[in-house]
């Protein structure tokens, strides 16, 4: 039992169209505090719809999610007080359109914190210089490349101070050109001991910045390990043709 | 041709200037109006609430658990879709009669009673106008602001209505100008609508066309200044799109 475990998941089904589909078949993991922890698997293994379930964005059919202490899947928990707490990174960005970068930064904090404008305006565009995004404080998002985009919606959770940073497939929908300046943001960010759990399909990635590497298919986990173990010798047969494919 | 143009000033003078007949068009348009605001007021209030069950109903439909309020939430779609499909389905100017003659036979005030009727047909159609502006917003934005820890309301509030309303509005000024043109159907519940002072006028003068064709160009002039407006009013949008 690991006791410093920030989430802990319990034999979590999710099943898509009354039954039709089977996106996750009974997962148990667990997510340490400081660690990154990257999913990876083929498409349609149910690695997306694992994370989209650790902050309830996919109601679980059955199972149990634990974040620091508290049972989410409880349908008395208030989720929204503990979504504060998981900031999350999606494939396509979705940053407010109709905001400027700026005021995409400020808005949770300040209706959700109830943080004063200037105090939130000062938070914002000391993240934005970190991610070298200071002078796009005023631009819109569409003003924006795409790599630009997902470092703007990287800060954007990171305004509300989360304990988790939930990553789905965050450099898929980018241009490869674009890739590395969002897994450079993602390697600061894990350096300085953010806990993580990112769900990915760049191998480099989980291979250089990972603490554990979780390879699922058809809705369970096949095989977890560190990183080196998994790549360099994968145990089970499913692993074994996957990480073949991609070299 | 100056006999042409005497007749022409004869029929003028017979249909608009004689027994001040103009008045009769003056008091029709400014019921036409109100009708139209009155119903546009009704019309919009019952839309917003419509789209609001019926876009939270389908939006949750996923996420929520089964419960007893879910199963009440469920009834009021219910009745939502029946409403719509009641009133879409069916003429308007069945629905104003029915409204005049049936529900509120007692009722001494006809143009309230027309505006309610009208306003109740246009509800539905600026509820489907609002939930398909809300629908049309990618869920990625609801996802966005669920995950930043804003409840339902909040997100709809802070990230979905504003961009809604940017979409919506064209199409709700193109509704307003197809219910001023509908109010048209109000002389049959014996309101003196622009359409039904026409009509008055042809009945007294015997003389069909100039108080038609006087109707149908105030129609026209008032339908092109608000068509004018809405596409200054797309322009305006344009411009703060971003």
């Not at chain 1, 210089?129 to 003003?143: F, H, I, M, S």
């Not at chain 1, 965050?170 to 600061?188: F, I, Q, Y």
């Not at chain 2, 602001?145 to 000024?173: A, C, E």
């Given at each position: 039992m690991i006791t410093d475990a920030i989430i802990t998941v319990e034999g979590l089904y999710k099943e898509f169209g009354?039954?039709?589909?089977?996106?996750?078949?009974?997962?148990?993991?667990?997510?340490?505090?400081?660690?990154?922890l990257v999913v990876i698997g083929p498409s349609g293994s149910g690695k997306s719809t694992f994370l989209r379930c650790l902050n309830l964005l996919e109601l679980p059919t059955k199972g149990k999610i634990t974040f620091e202490g508290v049972d989410i899947t409880d349908s008395r928990v208030n989720i929204n007080i503990h979504r504060q707490k998981m900031g999350m990174v999606f494939q396509h960005f979705n940053l407010f359109p109709n905001m400027t970068v700026l005021k995409n930064l400020t808005l949770a904090p300040r209706k959700l914190k109830g943080m004063a404008q200037q105090a939130a305006d000062e938070k914002a565009m000391a993240?934005?210089?970190?991610?070298?995004?200071?002078?796009?404080?005023?631009?819109?998002?569409?003003?924006?490349?795409?790599?630009?985009?997902?470092?703007i919606a990287i800060v954007r959770a990171l305004?509300?101070?989360?304990?988790?940073?939930?990553?789905?497939?965050?450099?898929?929908?980018?241009?490869?050109?674009?890739?590395?300046?969002?897994?450079?943001?993602?390697?600061?960010?894990?350096?300085?001991?953010?806990?993580?759990v990112v769900v990915t399909h760049e191998m480099g990635f989980a291979r250089e910045v990972a603490d554990r590497v979780m390879f699922m298919d058809e809705g369970k986990v096949m095989e977890e390990n560190t990183p080196e173990n998994l790549f360099g010798n994968p145990q089970t047969q499913r692993a074994q043709e996957f990480l073949s494919k991609l070299l | 041709m100056a006999e042409w143009f005497a007749s022409v000033k004869a029929e003028f003078e017979l249909n608009f200037i004689k027994a001040d007949r103009?008045?009769?068009?003056?008091?029709?348009?400014?019921?036409?109006?109100?009708?139209?605001?009155?119903?546009?007021?009704?019309?919009?209030?019952?839309?917003?609430?419509?789209?609001?069950?019926?876009?939270?109903?389908?939006?949750t439909a996923e996420t929520a658990r089964p419960s007893f309020g879910r199963r009440v939430f469920g009834f009021f779609n219910g009745l939502c879709k029946v409403y719509l499909t009641v009133v879409r389905g069916t003429p308007v100017v069945?629905?104003?009669?029915?409204?005049?003659?049936?529900?509120?036979?007692?009722?001494?005030?006809?143009?309230?009673?027309a505006a309610l009727a009208f306003g109740i047909n246009s509800g539905a159609y600026v509820a489907e106008i609002i939930r398909g502006g809300i629908m049309s917003i990618d869920n990625g934005?609801?996802?966005?602001?669920?995950?930043?820890?804003?409840?339902?309301?909040?997100?709809?509030?802070?990230?979905?209505?504003?961009?809604?309303?940017?979409?919506?509005?064209?199409?709700?000024?193109?509704?307003?100008?197809?219910l001023l043109k509908e109010t048209s159907v109000a002389g049959y519940v014996a309101v003196q609508d622009l359409t039904k002072a026409g009509d008055i006028i042809r009945s007294r003068t015997y003389s069909a066309f100039m108080p038609l064709i006087a109707v149908a160009l105030i129609y026209l002039a008032v339908v092109m200044f608000f068509t004018w407006l809405v596409g200054k009013l797309e322009r305006r949008l344009r411009a703060s799109d971003h």
């Open positions: 009354h039954g039709k589909v089977h996106a996750l078949n009974g997962v148990d993991a667990q997510v340490r505090k400081g660690e990154v993240l934005l210089a970190r991610v070298g995004l200071a002078d796009r404080a005023d631009a819109y998002p569409n003003q924006l490349s795409g790599g630009q985009k997902q470092r305004a509300m101070d989360p304990e988790v940073m939930l990553f789905d497939e965050p450099t898929s929908a980018l241009d490869p050109e674009m890739v590395g300046e969002v897994l450079e943001v993602m390697k600061a960010l894990a350096r300085e001991g953010m806990t993580m | 103009w008045e009769y068009l003056v008091t029709g348009l400014g019921n036409t109006l109100l009708l139209t605001l009155v119903a546009l007021i009704v019309g919009v209030l019952i839309g917003i609430v419509v789209a609001a069950v019926r876009s939270t109903y389908d939006k069945v629905q104003v009669m029915i409204f005049f003659y049936v529900i509120f036979a007692a009722a001494k005030d006809g143009t309230m009673v934005q609801f996802e966005a602001g669920r995950s930043l820890g804003f409840n339902y309301l909040q997100t709809m509030r802070y990230i979905i209505v504003p961009q809604t309303i940017k979409n919506v509005l064209p199409s709700l000024m193109n509704e307003f100008i197809a």
